[in-house]
C-alpha cells in the first residue's frame, strides 16, 4: 500500500528529482579498559574489568556481552520475516519512519540506562531484542523504494554504490562511541539515537517511494476539472490502483528465493564472524593494540564497498548475478586461507589482504541483500499482479540473520581450539554459500551458450 505523497514534497514542489533516503544500522560499540586513562586513586588489580559498568565488571563479562549482541541477532532474525509482510501492506513511508523513530527511542533507552543507574543485565537485553525488532522495518523498506526508481538494468551498479551505507555506518558508529566512552559511555548510544530520530522525521517529511507517487503528483497538480462534472477528471487522476499483496509462501515460490536465501545464510555467517571477531584476531595474531586492531579491522569494511560495487557493475553486465556470487565466493575462499598463514607478515600485507578478502566475503552478501532481492521481488512470473519486494527481501534477509547470529557464536565456540580451526569453519560456509546457487548459477551459463 502507498501513503499519500510526503508533505515535505507538497510544500516543496520544486524537488522533482532528488530523493533522500536516510537508514543507520546501530550496533552494541564493545571498547575494552585498556582504551581509557585508569585513575590514580583506584585499589583494584583487575586491569581488565575496572572500568565496566555493573554487571559487565565480573569474570563473565564476555558472556553477558555475547547474551546481548545474541539478543539483538535472534530477534532481528526472528523478526525479519514478519517485516516483510507488513511492509508489503502498510505504506512505506509510515511503516519506515515509524520504525526509524522507535529505533531510535530503543537505542537512547540503552544510552539512558547509564544516567538511570541501572544494572540489570535483564534491561539492557530487553531493550537489544526490541531494537532488533524494531529494526527490521529498515531494510525491506528502503530496498523497496530504491527498488521501485531503478530498473534491473542498471539496479547492480546503484544498489552496490547504495549499498556501502552499511559500511560507512559502521564506521561511524566506532567514531561515535569512542568519542564518548572514555566519559559518559551513554552517549555513545543517545547520540546516534538523536542522529536516526531526525532522518526518521527527514524520512518522513521528504521520502517519495517510487516513481509512480511523483509522476503521479505532477498528474494531479496539472489536473483540471470537466465542465460537466468538477471533481470528475481529479477522481480519475488521483485514484491509484493498489495490487494485491504477496503471501508468504507465494514468494517462496518465486524461482531463486530460496537458493539466494541459503546462500545468504552462510555468507552473512562469514561477514558477521569477520565483523564481531577480526580486531580480536588481529589483536592476538599480529599483537596489535587494541585501537590499532579496530582502526586495522575497518579496512574489511572498506573493501566490502568495493566489492559490492565491483559485484553489482559485473552483474549489471553480464546478467548473471548467481554466477556473479559464486565467482566471488569461490575466490574468498583460498583468500581466506592466505590471509590465516600470510596476511600477518607484514603491514602492507595485511592491508592488501583485508580488503581483498573484504571485497570477496561482502561483495555477494551485498549484491543478494540489494539488487537480487529487487530482481526476485519483481519477478517476471509475478506478472504484474502482485507486490513482493519487501515479502521477498524478508525472506532473504531474515534467512541470512540466522547465519549471522550462528556464525559469531561459533567462533566462539571454536576459536578455544586455535584460529585455524575458526578460519576452516569459514572456508567451509564460503564453498556451502556457493553450492545453493550452483542450480541457478548452471541455468546462466547455459542461458549464455545457448546465445552465442
Aim: net charge neutral; proline share 4%; with cysteine.
Amino acid at each position: 500500500m502507498r501513503s499519500p505523497l510526503a508533505p515535505g514534497v507538497r510544500f516543496f514542489p520544486m524537488i522533482r528529482d532528488v530523493h533522500w533516503l536516510f537508514y543507520k544500522r546501530v550496533i552494541i560499540p564493545l571498547v575494552n579498559c585498556s582504551m581509557v586513562i585508569r585513575p590514580a586513586d583506584l585499589n583494584t588489580t583487575d586491569n581488565e574489568t575496572w572500568c565496566d559498568w555493573a554487571p559487565f565488571d565480573q569474570d563473565n563479562y564476555k558472556t553477558l556481552y555475547g547474551m546481548l549482541d545474541n539478543s539483538f541477532l535472534v530477534a532481528y532474525a526472528i523478526g525479519m520475516f514478519f517485516s516483510g509482510i507488513f511492509g508489503e501492506r502498510l505504506p512505506l513511508r509510515y511503516y519506515l519512519s515509524c520504525g526509524m523513530l522507535l529505533s531510535g527511542l530503543f537505542t537512547s533507552l540503552f544510552g539512558l540506562g547509564y544516567y538511570w543507574n541501572i544494572h540489570s543485565i535483564w534491561y539492557y537485553a530487553f531493550i537489544q531484542a526490541m531494537n532488533g525488532l524494531v529494526q527490521t522495518t529498515g531494510w525491506p523498506s528502503v530496498v523497496t523504494c530504491v527498488g521501485n526508481w531503478f530498473g534491473k538494468g542498471k539496479r547492480g551498479f546503484i544498489m552496490g554504490v547504495w549499498n556501502s551505507h552499511t559500511s560507512v555506518g559502521n564506521i561511524l558508529g566506532s567514531l561515535i562511541a569512542g568519542a564518548f566512552v572514555s566519559t559518559a559511555w551513554g552517549l555513545s548510544f543517545i547520540v546516534p539515537g538523536l542522529i536516526i530520530t531526525f532522518t526518521g522525521v527527514l524520512c518522513f517529511f521528504f521520502l517519495v517511494e517510487s516513481q509512480f507517487d511523483q509522476s503521479f503528483f505532477s498528474l494531479c497538480r496539472k489536473a483540471q476539472p470537466s465542465r460537466k462534472s468538477p471533481t470528475h477528471y481529479i477522481e480519475a487522476c488521483c485514484v491509484p490502483y493498489f495490487e494485491k499483496a504477496i503471501s508468504f509462501c507465494g514468494a517462496l515460490s518465486i524461482p531463486g528465493v530460496v537458493e539466494f536465501s541459503l546462500c545468504l545464510l552462510f555468507a552473512k555467517l562469514v561477514s558477521y564472524t569477520f565483523l564481531y571477531w577480526l580486531p580480536l584476531y588481529i589483536s592476538n595474531v599480529a599483537h596489535f593494540d587494541a585501537k590499532a586492531a579496530g582502526d586495522m579491522s575497518t579496512l574489511f569494511d572498506v573493501g566490502g564497498i568495493l566489492g559490492g560495487i565491483a559485484a553489482g557493475v559485473v552483474s549489471d553486465y553480464s546478467g548473471g548475478r548467481a554466477t556473479t556470487c559464486c565467482a566471488m565466493l569461490l575466490l574468498a575462499a583460498p583468500m581466506l586461507f592466505l590471509y590465516n598463514y600470510v596476511g600477518q607478515t607484514s603491514i602492507a600485507t595485511t592491508v592488501v589482504m583485508l580488503l581483498v578478502c573484504g571485497g570477496l566475503v561482502n561483495g555477494p552478501y551485498a549484491l543478494i541483500t540489494t539488487a537480487v532481492s529487487a530482481d526476485l521481488g519483481t519477478h517476471e512470473s509475478l506478472q504484474g499482479n502482485s507486490r513482493a519486494l519487501s515479502t521477498v527481501t524478508a525472506i532473504i534477509d531474515g534467512t541470512g540473520s540466522i547465519g549471522a547470529a550462528i556464525g559469531p557464536l561459533l567462533a566462539g565456540l571454536i576459536s578455544p581450539t586455535g584460529w585455524n580451526n575458526v578460519f576452516y569453519m569459514l572456508i567451509s560456509a564460503d564453498v556451502l554459500a556457493c553450492l545453493f546457487l550452483s542450480r541457478l548459477m548452471y541455468k546462466e551459463v547455459r542461458g549464455w551458450c545457448s546465445r552465442t
